[in-house]
């Protein structure tokens, strides 16, 4: 399995310069609204589709979302 690195940003210039930063490198990103003192996201989208990644038949729930192998597995050809 190939290495990753997890990044965490926040805002659209700082993830542009941490894409920049990364142009050589295959990006997968996850966007999600951040979230109060609460816990609570002021994005409702984020809220409804927080535990499921759907992409086609497959798909990722809650945990699986951060094991870098299942998320490479969902984006390969085979």
Do not use: R
Not at 17 to 42: C, L, M, N, P, R
Request: aromatic residues 10%; hydrophobic residues 35%.
């Amino acid at each position: 399995m190939a290495s990753y690195e997890e990044v965490s940003v926040s805002g659209y210039e700082e993830f542009m310069q941490v894409v920049e930063q990364h142009s050589d490198k295959t990006i997968f990103a996850y966007f999600s609204g951040s979230k109060d003192a609460e816990g609570k996201s002021w994005c409702p989208d984020c809220v409804q589709d927080m535990t499921v990644l759907l992409l086609q038949p497959q798909k990722l729930v809650e945990s699986e979302c951060l094991q870098a192998n299942l998320v490479e597995m969902l984006f390969s050809e085979d």
